[in-house]
DNA sequence: GTTCGTGCAAATCATTTGCAGATAG
DNA sequence: CTATCTGCAAATGATTTGCACGAAC
């Protein structure tokens, strides 16, 4: 799998750097979603956040990467897998994925308003079981 | 309505200040969701926008305001109305209203995972109708 | 009068940009 | 060798905080 993103980045004509296979090892490891700073951290400091942010962008635009926000001001990044959902813990702000949707009729409501290209975002916010 | 707002900030001690009806007004006459830049214009500066945070933090703790989280590192806010959603296009970034929601099966999916209280936040992109 | 609210300046935090040297193809 | 990368420093933009004065109760 980490093989075919270093494809996608050659293809691109991109660079594949040992920054970038550190980075996706990482992401490939632990699913996540993480934040900046906690990728930074998993690796030791070796790289610069803003290295981070960099190349993550590159990930994101070629697709295999996705950027998810919770709405607490730090954007969470993940492999791109198939669609699905997060619930985060308001307590211990762990976050598990949820793998169920069935937006699709809600999506199509929305065409029948007349907007095409519709993507959506859903994060559940609750509280876990280990934080009653 | 916006008189029980008033009554509500009363009831928590808080004072009616003019800034606060001012906030109020536009709240309650554009339903938004506003940005703390566009309320800052609509109220011709008038306000400082620290006091336009510092407000709406105040009505949303309170429960009558809520923010919505567009992922675009700006938050909105509007009057906590009935239980709904947006679609933003992603072209021109107007906000439009979907007032269906069929998630409470997903949320009992999460519930049976354990967790409780639980919310979610749900946004949809498209490009709109204008926009093609 | 006491408590809460407001404006201004300054701090903070996540993220982005500019630039010069380092590295992949 | 040439284009892309990277780190460092500095800029940006949204939001928060500290403080002294002003307004509600």
Do not use: N, W
């Not at 070796?46 to 950027?67: C, H, P, Q």
């Not at 598990?96 to 999506?107: A, I, P």
Request: negative net charge; proline residues 1%; charged residues 25%.
């Amino acid at each position: 799998m980490e093989q075919d993103f270093l494809q996608l980045l050659r293809d691109a004509g991109l660079h594949v750097t040992k920054t970038r296979r550190m980075l996706l090892d990482v992401l490939a490891h632990d699913h996540g979603p993480h934040t900046v700073e906690q990728l930074f951290i998993d690796l030791q400091g070796s790289l610069d956040r803003v290295t981070i942010y960099r190349s993550l962008a590159s990930f994101e635009k070629l697709g295999f990467v996705r950027r998810c926000d919770f709405g607490d001001g730090t954007a969470r990044f993940e492999l791109a897998m198939t669609h699905h959902h997060h619930v985060m813990c308001r307590v211990c702000h762990r976050v598990e994925s949820v793998h169920e949707c069935v937006l699709d009729g809600f999506e199509d409501s929305i065409r029948k308003k007349g907007y095409t290209d519709i993507t959506h975002t859903l994060e559940f916010f609750a509280i876990c079981a280990r934080c009653q």
